[in-house]
């Protein structure tokens, strides 16, 4: 095993891996366990995330680190910097990750096949800690999955992107099972769901590909 100076290890979410993984992340993270732990104006969230960056850039042994691990060495050093309420407050959390669902909905003929690859694509993330996936592309994704013109004359209406992002959104929460600390993963559509965007990656194995 090698540690590899100032380059980021890949951070291991359930089978697949990522070098996309910032600071930030880890900062939401710690205010949600001050938060947990009584202490809502603790003030040292990026002091204490970039210092464990700055460990796994510097002394981190190996080129991949699981989350689990990554957590283990925050509580750690939370504990260590006189802070053990907060370590017993961090939840598992993976980074925000993306989603394009026109690249899942590609040559798929109708929604089973859509959601039968949408099923295959998430289900190594299932035991990530997932906590939130931004679905973007969901109105070129409903005319993808729109029947064809024959079909629609015995419909009084097409369903709208909105219904069909409130399925994806229950398909991902339910069937799909990403799970975070035993919570279902926040599904966040751009254009639709209110608040910021949250900053996000690609999902590994989420995007492209078949």
């Known amino acids: 095993m090698i540690c590899l100076p100032h380059h980021l290890p890949l951070l291991r979410i359930g089978e697949h891996e990522t070098a996309?993984?910032?600071?930030?992340?880890?900062?939401?993270?710690?205010?949600?366990?001050?938060?947990g732990a009584g202490c809502p104006h603790w003030a040292h969230q990026r002091d204490m995330a970039?210092?464990?960056f700055d460990w796994l850039k510097r002394s981190h042994v190996g080129a991949v680190v699981t989350l689990?691990?990554?957590?283990?060495?925050?509580?750690?050093?939370?504990?260590?910097?006189?802070?053990?309420r907060l370590a017993e407050q961090l939840n598992l959390t993976a980074p925000p990750l993306a989603l394009h669902l026109p690249e899942v909905a590609a040559d798929c003929f109708g929604e089973l096949a859509f959601y039968t690859?949408?099923?295959?694509?998430?289900?190594?993330?299932?035991?990530?800690a997932v906590s939130t996936l931004v679905c973007s592309g969901l109105a070129e994704v409903a005319?993808?999955?729109?029947?064809p013109p024959a079909s629609r004359r015995r419909r009084k209406a097409l369903r709208t992107p909105l219904m069909i992002g409130c399925e994806i959104r229950d398909f991902i929460r339910g069937r799909a099972g990403l799970l975070s600390g035993g919570r279902a993963a926040r599904v966040w559509f751009p254009g639709i769901d209110s608040g910021p965007e949250p900053r996000v990656r690609p999902a590994p194995g989420a995007c492209g590909g078949t």
């Open 20 to 35: 996309d993984y910032e600071p930030e992340w880890l900062e939401q993270v710690l205010r949600e366990a001050a938060q």
């Open 117 to 128: 690859r949408l099923e295959r694509r998430l289900q190594p993330l299932r035991t990530g």
């Open 50 to 52: 970039e210092a464990v």
């Open 143 to 147: 005319l993808q999955l729109a029947p």
């Open 68 to 84: 689990n691990d990554l957590f283990e060495r925050l509580a750690g050093a939370l504990r260590q910097t006189g802070y053990p």
